[in-house]
């Protein structure tokens, strides 16, 4: 049998925090959580989408319990000020969905922030992740799920001398090293739950060829770069609807078997039901997740650590 929504169990008393939770898939991991009376931090960048994204979870789930918090995963400061407003009212948090996403999209860095793909896919969500960890670590059952990508299989693992690519910056290069960055964040924040004896899961997954706003503002962002507008085509045409991408992310959080350290993807890699699927050797190289860690404290300028909480 397929898993569905229907699947979800009862998260009444749970608190979710979704990324990217005002549009797309997001929006839908938010709609389902509520749906089964969780209470869910809708952390976004523009307020006006949230605004509406809340009215139209609303509008379907009548007395959903949910609020919104600013966020810009390409700032720091926005990253630590989210946190910590977070963290002023939920003292336990029991779900992180690290979800906010953007794809192949130009080399924009400095002056108003780091908006290449690394930082808003990977250096953001860690920031928010250490900041929120002991949070998570209240609940008894904590979960941190991760998104990531086909693109994961063309990208390479940090370099450490150059993780932001500078000079050799490319839209899809970018983007498949951040995707994969998410896979290794991933299976080491697994491992270091597990070698601190925490009851908490770290999960990644891979929505599916689905039908949001990620390819059409790919395209606005490249000014219709080939490649970008080829993928806006082919997924109005083929892609799944966004309640259907958001299974494996909604599987991996709230499934009672979902299982730390795993990988979750639509059966047939980019469509068809949530299933759990091998992660390939690559994907699991321990020096690269060491890399990975080290590398992300040095640039986001915060130390991640997992211990159980006094
Ligand atoms: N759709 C697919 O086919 C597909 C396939 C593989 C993986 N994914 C992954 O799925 C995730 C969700 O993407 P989607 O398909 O739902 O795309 P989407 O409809 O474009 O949604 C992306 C979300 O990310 C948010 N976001 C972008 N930059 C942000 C930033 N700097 N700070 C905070 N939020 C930011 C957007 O919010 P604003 O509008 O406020 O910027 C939006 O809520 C991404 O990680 C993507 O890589 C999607």
Request: charged share 20%; hydrophobic share 45%; net charge positive.
């Amino acid at each position: 049998m397929a898993w569905t929504t229907d699947d979800i169990p009862e998260q009444t008393g749970r608190v979710a925090v979704v990324t990217g939770a005002n549009g797309g898939l997001g929006l839908e991991v938010a709609r389902a959580l509520a749906g089964r009376g969780a209470h869910v931090v809708m952390a976004a960048r523009d307020q006006a989408k949230a605004q509406a994204a809340q009215a139209s979870i609303r509008a379907q789930v009548p007395g959903a319990s949910l609020e919104l918090r600013p966020l810009d995963l390409a700032s720091l400061a926005s990253v630590a000020e989210a946190a910590a407003a977070i963290l002023a009212d939920h003292p336990r948090i029991d779900l992180l969905v690290n979800n906010a996403g953007v794809m192949g999209i130009s080399d924009r860095r400095p002056d108003d922030g780091l908006r290449m793909q690394l930082p808003v896919h990977h250096l953001g969500h860690f920031a928010l992740t250490a900041r929120l960890v002991e949070a998570l670590l209240r609940s008894g059952d904590a979960r941190v799920v991760s998104v990531t990508s086909t693109g994961r299989h063309t990208g390479r693992p940090l370099d450490p001398d150059n993780p932001h690519l500078v000079g050799s910056y490319e839209p899809w290069r970018a983007y498949g090293q951040s995707k994969m960055a998410n896979v290794h964040f991933a299976l080491e924040l697994e491992r270091r739950f597990e070698a601190a004896h925490v009851p908490a899961r770290s999960i990644v997954v891979h929505p599916g060829f689905t039908n949001t706003d990620l390819q059409a503002r790919s395209v606005r962002d490249t000014g219709g770069g080939r490649s970008q507008r080829f993928f806006h085509a082919a997924v109005r045409r083929f892609g799944m609807t966004p309640a259907q991408g958001a299974l494996p992310l909604l599987r991996a959080a709230t499934d009672p078997g979902a299982v730390g350290g795993a990988l979750y993807t639509p059966r047939w890699v980019n469509w068809g039901p949530p299933v759990r699927r091998p992660l390939l050797r690559r994907a699991r190289d321990r020096e690269a997740m060491a890399t990975l860690w080290a590398v992300s404290e040095r640039e986001t300028g915060v130390t991640f650590e997992v211990k159980a909480p006094s």
